[in-house]
């Protein structure tokens, strides 16, 4: 069975600063790694997904994720977020064909 | 292209009653997933269809729960005597393959509330 912790409900940081968005993991397999963002009453949108290669995967608007099979981890980071950025951010996983399991979300809100 | 369609996006029911959510997803999408998003529970998988064909409704709570996919273009949730503790946004999803790959798109989702 797969799992994924967020360990941080709530992120706070100003426009302009760096950021990183914890992620670990639980398989028993290689898994396909994937971070979703949702902004207020909207769906969910992939930013980036992970399965093998480089384990840095780079995604949207300036987003990029690094893979450590060693740490099960797969943090989001961005070297400088905007306000626009403030949303929930999901790390998910799935290691069976279809099944994708979510974390409970980061929510991010960026001090203008 | 519209993205995937959640009809409505605000539902209100009393207790007891009944409550069909709608989906449409993107055309040409093979599969086609249900969530349940809370607070406290965060996003859970509830069904899973591909080829309209149901595949996995592990999620899905077993009494008062049902979802179909008459055709392609799209799937209904239903929930019968709902009761407070139903009341969530509930998401649809679809994908190109239904693939573990597979990107996910999500439409804006339904929020039930059951007073």
């Known amino acids: 069975a797969q799992s994924v912790t967020q360990p941080d409900a709530r992120v706070t940081v100003s426009e302009g600063a760096s950021l990183q968005l914890r992620c670990k993991y639980s398989s028993s397999v290689t898994p396909y790694l994937f971070w979703y963002v949702q902004y207020p009453r909207q769906g969910l949108q992939l930013l980036l997904k992970y399965y093998s290669g480089d384990p840095v995967v780079q995604g949207v608007n300036g987003f990029e994720a690094e893979f450590s099979k060693s740490n099960s981890s797969f943090h989001l980071r961005k070297a400088s977020v905007h306000w626009s950025d403030s949303a929930v951010y999901f790390c998910?996983?799935?290691?069976?064909?279809?099944?994708?399991?979510f974390g409970k979300g980061t929510h991010l809100h960026v001090l203008p | 292209n519209a993205g995937v369609i959640q009809t409505p996006r605000h539902k209100v029911t009393g207790k007891g009653q009944e409550a069909t959510l709608w989906c449409e997803p993107i055309s040409g999408h093979s599969a086609v997933f249900w969530y349940r998003q809370t607070i406290v529970q965060g996003l859970e998988f509830l069904t899973y269809?591909?080829?309209?064909?149901?595949?996995?409704d592990s999620g899905m709570p077993k009494e008062r729960f049902s979802a179909q996919m008459p055709n392609q273009s799209h799937s209904t949730l239903k929930i019968q005597s709902t009761q407070p503790q139903d009341s969530a946004v509930y998401l649809c999803?679809?994908?190109?393959?239904?693939?573990?790959?597979?990107?996910?798109?999500f439409g804006p989702g339904t929020r039930l509330t059951v007073l």
């Open positions: 998910a996983v799935s290691a069976n064909a279809y099944k994708v399991i």
């Open positions: 999803a679809s994908s190109a393959t239904g693939g573990a790959y597979a990107e996910q798109f």
């Open positions: 269809f591909r080829n309209q064909a149901p595949i996995d």
